[in-house]
């Protein structure tokens, strides 16, 4: 029944900026940490931010931290990340999911993902 829906991605060139949103249903949103996860073709899935259930705490992968920002609003139960300052190498697809507490690096095993939202940043 866990239901995540991706969307925002697109089109930019380097420098610009993009907004990603992650609708969730389906389970009890507000007592879970969150997670911004992307994949670039050749290469393996990696978490790019996490947030605590409140919304208090973040993490980055030190390939976006001071250009990216993950936020949440709990009574929508939405989950945001603001990028700015987009680079070619931040192309892949975004997903997100749960923070299964593993850390940063590689992406967590789950069960379920959703279909992701494309990000392309070319000149």
């Known amino acids: 029944q866990v239901h995540l829906v991706e969307s925002g991605g697109g089109l930019v060139q380097p420098g610009g900026s993009l907004r990603l949103s992650c609708a969730a249903s389906g389970f009890t949103f507000s007592i879970y940490d969150m997670g911004w996860y992307r994949e670039a073709p050749g290469k393996e899935c990696e978490v790019v931010a996490h947030i605590t259930s409140a919304g208090t705490g973040t993490n980055y992968a030190s390939s976006v931290k001071g250009r990216f920002t993950i936020t949440r609003d709990n009574a929508k139960n939405t989950m945001y990340l603001q990028m700015n300052n987009l680079k070619p190498g931040d192309t892949a697809v975004y997903y997100c999911?749960?923070?299964?507490?593993?850390?940063?690096?590689?992406?967590?095993?789950?069960?379920?993902w959703g279909q992701g939202t494309q990000v392309t940043v070319s000149s």
């Open positions: 999911n749960i923070d299964r507490g593993h850390g940063l690096g590689t992406c967590p095993y789950l069960d379920y």
